[in-house]
């Protein structure tokens, strides 16, 4: 039996849990492997050691002595967005409310959606639940609440849950600790059900972590994180040229490359019969901006007026980001989207703390043959790891300029792999073209580039690529891999002759 005093202390560390989801991460390499265990778990059930009187650093303490060593550095509340003039994302209030939009039906992802369908769970008239057929988890994506993006580290009265048994073991998690059921779907990069629960008693994210953290019917529980994408403040185009790549040459045909962004101009000349498939993971949520998804595919497969890095290339474009955020759920919902594509690039030009469903994610798209390429990050020197890019198998990418000066705000840390040109490239936006910097534009020419390299031997793999930009690249910086440059930046033609 719990004694009252007991459910008073594990609440009193969950919810110093929730206050604190900042301190996740640090990039300090001096830390103990004890304290990088501590500032690594994610739950209350897990972090209530830490947090006790001699057992450890407190997170984000000062270093007088108390364990933490003066250069830890924590995740800030936000990660700096660095668009010039970002709005806020549509739908939230002042204060930080959201109000929630009208999901609009997409029959793209959901062809069922059309008319509604009780199989996800839900309330009839009255209140009274309709049971979901037993042991079927739901087909595509049963949206009862939209999902949203806000200021702040994350979405903060929702948790994101994996769920053995589909939709009737996901109805009885909720019942059992007062829960409500947002959106469930079966995920094909998981392997399992992804259920967004909605905590609508104001309990903090940190403590209902902590009482499923104990329920075997759940396989993993994450806050839904927010992610940004990775765009810094605002010369013809010197990208061909400092990787080594013959502009006249250049070809992507045959290569299929995801873009999981912001929504995009597909009627921009640079763009035309360049969007092969898209996808709206964000239903409901107006459109307020394009620029950012236009230059990204256009500087992977730009055609015409502006050429790309590997023109013929097909872009599969997946809208999730809207006033430069989106959150965990939506982007691992156009993750499986570009996985059903049967994709062999996806470009991940966001940044966003560390989550376990999106590691598992990215390891279920290695798994099927996708090579990951993502953004390390605008946030300084002194920021956090950022991710996906820190994740093993998905390839880091920096941004230097003209002449290989690494960015100024660029991320820095042992995770980066690669560096490519991203300060000042011109670029497709709307109405015409425009100078972008910012490590989310190195990372699509360098997801053009190996478009370019499977075009050469549609048969390469991902880890023969992988181990060929690093194996061939120019070293810059520190001799060897550091944690400026990566490896060095990036040489195409040379990666193209290291062939298996």
Same mark, same amino acid.
């Given at each position: 039996?719990?004694? #009252?005093?007991?459910? /008073?202390?594990?609440?009193?560390?969950?919810?110093?849990?929730?206050?604190? @989801?900042?301190?996740?991460?640090?990039?300090?390499?001096?830390?103990?492997?004890?304290?990088l265990?501590?500032?690594?778990?994610?739950?209350?059930?897990?972090?209530?050691?830490?947090?006790?009187?001699?057992?450890?650093?407190?997170?984000? *303490?000062?270093?007088?002595? &108390?364990?933490?060593?003066?250069?830890?550095?924590?995740l800030?509340e936000?990660?700096?967005?660095?668009?010039?003039?970002?709005?806020?994302f549509?739908?939230?209030?002042?204060?930080?409310?959201?109000?929630? #939009?009208?999901?609009?039906?997409?029959?793209?992802?959901?062809?069922?959606?059309?008319?509604?369908?009780?199989?996800?769970?839900? /309330?009839?008239?009255?209140?009274?639940?309709?049971? @979901? @057929?037993?042991?079927?988890?739901?087909?595509?994506?049963?949206?009862?609440?939209?999902?949203?993006?806000?200021?702040?580290?994350?979405?903060?009265?929702?948790?994101?849950?994996?769920?053995?048994?589909?939709?009737?073991?996901?109805?009885?998690?909720?019942?059992?600790?007062?829960?409500?059921?947002?959106?469930?779907?079966?995920?094909?990069?998981?392997?399992?059900?992804?259920?967004?629960?909605?905590?609508?008693?104001?309990?903090?994210?940190?403590?209902?972590?902590?009482?499923?953290?104990?329920?075997?019917?759940?396989?993993?529980?994450?806050?839904?994180?927010?992610?940004?994408?990775?765009?810094?403040?605002?010369?013809?185009?010197?990208?061909?040229?400092?990787?080594?790549?013959?502009?006249?040459?250049?070809?992507?045909?045959?290569?299929?490359?995801?873009?999981?962004?912001?929504?995009i101009?597909?009627?921009?000349?640079a763009?035309?019969?360049?969007?092969?498939?898209?996808?709206?993971?964000?239903?409901?949520?107006?459109?307020?901006?394009?620029?950012?998804?236009? &230059?990204?595919?256009?500087?992977?497969a730009g055609?015409?007026?502006?050429?790309?890095?590997?023109?013929?290339?097909?872009?599969?474009?997946?809208?999730?980001?809207?006033?430069?955020?989106?959150?965990?759920?939506?982007?691992?919902?156009?993750?499986?989207?570009?996985?059903?594509?049967?994709?062999?690039?996806?470009n991940?030009?966001?940044?966003?703390?560390?989550?376990?469903?999106?590691?598992?994610?990215?390891?279920?798209?290695?798994?099927? *043959?996708?090579?990951?390429?993502?953004?390390?990050?605008?946030?300084?020197? *002194?920021?956090?790891?950022?991710?996906?890019?820190?994740?093993?198998?998905?390839?880091?990418? /920096?941004?230097?300029?003209?002449?290989?000066?690494?960015?100024?705000q660029?991320?820095?840390?042992?995770?980066?792999?690669?560096?490519?040109?991203?300060?000042?490239?011109?670029?497709?936006?709307?109405?015409?073209?425009?100078?972008? /910097?910012?490590?989310?534009?190195?990372?699509?020419?360098?997801?053009?580039?190996?478009?370019?390299?499977?075009?050469?031997?549609? *048969?390469?793999s991902?880890?023969?690529?992988?181990?060929?930009l690093?194996?061939?690249?120019?070293?810059?910086?520190?001799?060897?891999?550091?944690?400026?440059?990566?490896?060095?930046?990036?040489?195409?033609?040379a990666?193209?002759?290291?062939?298996?």
């Open positions: 039996m719990t004694l #009252p005093g007991q459910v /008073t202390g594990l609440m009193l560390a969950a919810t110093l849990f929730a206050a604190a @989801p900042a301190l996740a991460q640090t990039n300090d390499p001096s830390l103990t492997p004890q304290q265990d501590c500032l690594n778990r994610t739950t209350a059930a897990t972090s209530v050691d830490c947090l006790q009187p001699g057992a450890g650093p407190t997170p984000g *303490g000062p270093a007088d002595g &108390s364990g933490i060593p003066p250069r830890a550095v924590g800030p936000l990660l700096v967005d660095l668009f010039p003039n970002p709005g806020d549509p739908g939230v209030a002042s204060g930080g409310q959201a109000a929630v #939009p009208v999901p609009t039906p997409n029959p793209l992802r959901d062809p069922a959606a059309a008319s509604p369908d009780p199989s996800g769970g839900g /309330t009839q008239a009255g209140g009274t639940p309709t049971p @979901p @057929p037993p042991d079927v988890p739901p087909p595509g994506t049963a949206i009862i609440a939209p999902p949203r993006a806000i200021a702040g580290a994350f979405v903060p009265d929702e948790v994101l849950v994996t769920v053995d048994g589909g939709a009737p073991v996901a109805q009885a998690v909720a019942a059992a600790y007062g829960l409500e059921i947002r959106s469930q779907r079966l995920s094909a990069l998981l392997g399992t059900s992804l259920v967004r629960y909605g905590i609508p008693d104001g309990r903090p994210v940190g403590t209902v972590l902590a009482q499923l953290a104990g329920d075997g019917r759940t396989t993993t529980r994450e806050p839904n994180h927010i992610y940004e994408l990775q765009q810094a403040a605002a010369v013809p185009n010197f990208a061909f040229q400092r990787i080594a790549l013959d502009e006249a040459a250049a070809n992507g045909e045959n290569v299929s490359v995801a873009v999981i962004d912001t929504a101009d597909d009627t921009h000349p763009l035309k019969g360049v969007v092969a498939g898209s996808f709206d993971a964000m239903p409901g949520v107006t459109v307020t901006a394009r620029d950012h998804a236009t &230059s990204v595919a256009g500087l992977i055609t015409g007026p502006f050429k790309g890095m590997a023109p013929g290339s097909k872009i599969f474009h997946a809208r999730a980001f809207e006033g430069g955020k989106s959150n965990m759920e939506i982007i691992l919902n156009a993750l499986d989207w570009a996985a059903e594509q049967n994709v062999q690039i996806v991940m030009s966001f940044v966003g703390p560390k989550n376990a469903l999106l590691e598992q994610a990215s390891r279920g798209a290695r798994a099927r *043959g996708m090579i990951l390429v993502a953004a390390a990050g605008n946030n300084g020197p *002194g920021a956090p790891y950022g991710y996906p890019a820190a994740y093993k198998g998905v390839i880091a990418v /920096t941004a230097t300029d003209a002449k290989d000066a690494l960015m100024k660029a991320n820095r840390g042992p995770y980066v792999y690669i560096s490519a040109p991203g300060v000042d490239l011109m670029a497709p936006v709307g109405g015409g073209t425009d100078l972008v /910097t910012g490590t989310s534009f190195a990372a699509a020419v360098v997801s053009g580039a190996i478009a370019n390299l499977l075009h050469n031997e549609p *048969g390469r991902a880890d023969s690529i992988e181990k060929a690093a194996a061939t690249a120019t070293d810059l910086g520190d001799k060897g891999r550091d944690t400026d440059f990566g490896f060095g930046l990036i040489n195409t033609k990666a193209e002759a290291a062939r298996e």
